[in-house]
């Protein structure tokens, strides 16, 4: 039996859950990021990313800015470090490395430019993974393109927590 034969009253109640799940966040506070007061709004465009140095650092910049869009109004700084390893994952019998997973982390602090308040700071955490199976070329390329992923993922990471931040706005 399919969901289609048990007729109209399923999804009746589903739409009724999911009414009163919209109610309940309604009432206990939540905005939508977006929404007329979210955090999505106030960080859009207000962010001056300090780019740190190295080009992984760098890279991790150009994510974050890519997720804020260019400053054309900026209102707050963020600022980050950032530290990578590798390690080894997949070791033959002959002790040759088939794959390592580059792990990564960084800390992050937004403050307003003005005043020089922290607004808030963390710490996120990543792993990327890259196969070293092919010639050194083929192996470099590949760990580049780790540490490029890397990069997003710590930007969505930090990004995310920002828009979590209860308060925010300019």
Not at 6 to 18: D, H, M, Q, T
Not at 23 to 48: H, I, K, M, Q, W
Not at 65 to 79: A, I
Not at 99 to 124: C, F, K, M
Request: glycine share 12%; proline share 5%.
């Amino acid at each position: 039996m399919s969901w289609s034969d048990r007729g109209p009253v399923p999804r009746r109640r589903a739409l009724g859950v999911l009414l009163g799940l919209t109610l309940t966040a309604a009432g206990c506070g939540f905005t939508p990021v977006y929404g007329p007061d979210g955090t999505g709004r106030a960080l859009n465009g207000s962010v001056e990313v300090a780019v740190s140095g190295g080009i992984y650092g760098f890279s991790l910049g150009q994510a974050l800015q890519n997720r804020f869009g260019p400053p054309t109004d900026p209102y707050f700084r963020l600022s980050y470090t950032l530290s990578t390893r590798s390690e080894r994952v997949a070791i033959t019998t002959a002790q040759s490395t088939n794959r390592y997973n580059l792990i990564g982390r960084s800390n992050y602090q937004l403050v307003v430019l003005a005043t020089g308040d922290v607004v808030t700071s963390g710490t996120v955490d990543g792993f990327s993974s890259y196969s070293a199976t092919g010639s050194s070329v083929a192996t470099r390329a590949a760990s580049r393109d780790a540490y490029e992923r890397l990069s997003v993922i710590l930007s969505d990471k930090i990004v995310a927590r920002l828009q979590a931040t209860p308060g925010l706005t300019r």
